[in-house]
């Protein structure tokens, strides 16, 4: 079965810090893979995708991630956060074929002035 | 820019109630979703519902559940009897073209059982 493995649930940095928020995900074929963020009391925002062509892709709020498809991996990243990056950070895969998304367990980033 | 909406934000029920969570997706997408997420865990699939028909369902998605487009604009999760354990954020997602696996959320409903 698909699945998706976040595996720090907790990661704190210091503003101005730099930040990478691991993603593993367990599927036969190339997925379409996708981190959101989702801040205290909102709803799930679209970071950035990846779907083909360029492994490293760019987002907003200055995220990108890159796909290895070696190490089965997309990672976060953010050369220097921002109080405002605090939140919870999910890596979800969308299946082919399938009409779901396939979460992982999220990281929450908590910030340190 | 548009946005997927979702009443009520927080819903209070109690056991045995049945409970009808709303959302409205963005205009023009054609494919809708609900997911939750228990307090702690990951967000989960419950249903995807494509031209007035659920197209895929998880095992969580019980003869307790329902889903409705009951019109042009809003989509409705229905709980039938309320458990303790169906407490959680509901989540509802929209998609607008057929190859694409971009999904938009709403900002939540959190319901709780007592």
């Known amino acids: 079965a698909q699945s998706v493995t976040q595996p720090d649930i907790h990661i704190t940095v210091s503003e101005g810090a730099s930040l990478e928020l691991r993603c593993n995900y367990s599927?036969?074929?190339?997925?379409?893979l996708f981190w959101y963020v989702q801040s205290p009391g909102q709803g799930l925002q679209l970071l950035l995708k990846?779907?083909?062509?360029?492994?490293l892709v760019q987002g907003i709020k200055g995220f990108e991630a890159e796909f290895k498809r070696s190490q089965s991996s997309f990672n976060l990243r953010k050369p220097s956060v921002h109080w405002s990056d605090a939140a919870e950070y999910f890596c979800?895969?969308?299946?082919?074929?399938?009409?779901?998304?396939?979460f992982g367990q999220g990281t929450r980033l908590t910030i340190n002035p | 820019e548009p946005e997927v909406t979702q009443t009520p934000s927080h819903q209070v029920t109690q056991m045995g109630q049945e409970v009808i969570l709303r959302c409205v997706p963005i205009?023009?997408?054609?494919?809708f979703y609900w997911y939750r997420q228990i307090l702690g865990q990951k967000v989960e699939f419950l249903v995807s519902?494509?031209?007035?028909?659920?197209?895929?369902k998880s095992e969580i998605f019980d003869d307790q559940f329902s889903v409705e487009r009951p019109d042009g604009s809003n989509f409705t999760l229905k709980i039938r009897s309320t458990k303790l354990e169906d407490s959680a954020m509901y989540f509802c997602a929209s998609k607008g073209q057929t190859f694409s696996y971009e999904q938009y959320f709403g900002p939540g409903t959190r319901l709780t059982v007592t």
């Open positions: 205009s023009n997408h054609l494919y």
């Open positions: 519902f494509y031209n007035n028909e659920i197209s895929e």
């Open positions: 599927y036969g074929a190339t997925p379409y």
């Open positions: 979800a895969v969308g299946i082919q074929g399938a009409q779901k998304l396939v």
């Open positions: 990846y779907f083909s062509g360029d492994t």
